[in-house]
């Protein structure tokens, strides 16, 4: 697919210069729908976003690895995703959605292709608690292959799913920094339950979604992200979230990278954009 004229004519070129080999740990492809056909049930249908536009956003912005997350709008058909994958093995990884329905040679298919984690949705427009007895399935079937599991939770979902979450016997990973409100007068119980997972040696976090969170200039997503770089310095990665599913507005990736400094200094940002997703996605 060609990429329009017009796509990065309106995004601003951010003035923050990435690391080398710094990585996009949460971004997206969708479609194209004639292609790769978008799921039935799904709660929202999106722009297409091929993997040709992902690519050049990412040489835009100075991005050289990324994790493509399979977004719910495609379901349990990572199709469009393995085809990111394998379009330059040595820059992707991926993150599927499956159900109980994979068998063995399922994963070893995906993992092969450079899949190397699951991710489940809790939030609740995207279809709430997930089947928590596939969920289980899938855990066990998984925390063998030194995979991990993406938990996509809103703020208000945390504390009712505290208990699970502690008892998982594999690396999970937060997306989104919880989605934890910042808004004045809001609880604060979400992020201080946030900051309890954050304690526990398997858990890391995505200082990710800004954009969800706040709106520009996202001053109010920076305590967040800060504290839990602090708290998890080893285990906290960052991404665009490009293109932006159900967003509350259109946001700029330029802006959010030239927000990063704002998280830590030079040494702690080097972890989070490059050392922490090469560990945990096997990137050489």
């Known amino acids: ?13 951010p003035t923050f210069k990435l690391p080398p080999n710094a990585t996009d740990a949460h971004c997206h492809v969708f479609g ?18 091929p993997k040709e536009m992902l690519r050049a956003l990412h040489d835009y912005l100075g991005i050289s690895r990324a994790v493509i997350v399979q977004a719910s709008c495609h379901g ?7 085809d990111c994958l394998a379009s330059d093995p040595t820059r992707y990884r991926g993150v599927a ?10 994963f070893d298919k995906l993992h092969d292709g450079g899949v190397r984690g699951v991710r489940f949705n809790f939030i609740k427009h995207l279809g709430g608690t997930p089947d928590m007895k596939v969920f289980s399935k899938v855990i066990d079937r998984i925390k063998g292959r030194g995979w991990h599991v993406v938990l996509h939770l809103g ?15 594999l690396t999970f990973v937060i997306d989104h920094m919880g989605r934890v409100p910042t808004t004045d007068g809001h609880d604060p119980a979400p992020f201080k339950a946030l900051m309890q997972l954050a304690k526990l040696p398997n858990c890391w976090i995505k200082v990710c979604g800004a954009e969800r969170i706040d709106f520009p200039p996202y001053d109010k997503a920076v305590p967040v992200a800060r504290a839990i770089i602090e708290a998890l310095p080893d285990r906290t990665m960052w991404g ?14 330029g802006e959010l990278v030239d927000l990063l400094p704002q998280f830590g200094d030079a040494r702690a940002l080097e972890r989070v954009l490059v050392d922490n997703p090469a560990r945990l996605y096997d990137f050489v």
């Open 1 to 13: 697919m060609t990429v329009p004229a017009d796509f990065l004519s309106h995004r601003r070129k």
């Open 32 to 49: 194209p729908g004639d292609r790769f056909p978008y799921a039935p049930n799904r709660r929202y249908t999106p722009e297409d976003a």
């Open 76 to 82: 349990t058909d990572n199709r469009a995703m393995m």
């Open 97 to 106: 959605i499956v159900d109980d329905s994979f068998t063995d040679a399922d």
């Open 155 to 169: 703020g208000s979902d945390i504390i009712p799913n505290m208990e699970t979450i502690k008892k998982l016997p």
């Open 240 to 253: 665009t979230d490009f293109p932006h599913p159900n967003a509350s507005h259109e946001a700029d990736e």
